[in-house]
């Protein structure tokens, strides 16, 4: 093989283990998000607060 034939193969191989590191990177912060706030629903429900959702209610509020 020529030189930038090797040379195209070797820096699409270092982009595409660039991507891989940071998609990693990405899914272990998600991972870290995901287990801090089920401590915390843990720890709420332990000492009877009510969890505290980001998303929606799990019923509808009664606004009568």
Known sequence: MNDKTE????????AIEAQAKL???RAAEKLRENLGRRKQQVRARR???AD???GL????????
């Open 57 to 64: 209610p799990a019923a509808k509020m009664d606004e009568s």
């Open 7 to 14: 040379t195209g193969q070797q820096s699409r191989k270092k």
């Open 47 to 49: 000492s009877g607060q």
């Open 52 to 54: 505290e959702t980001n």
């Open 23 to 25: 998609r990693r990177e």
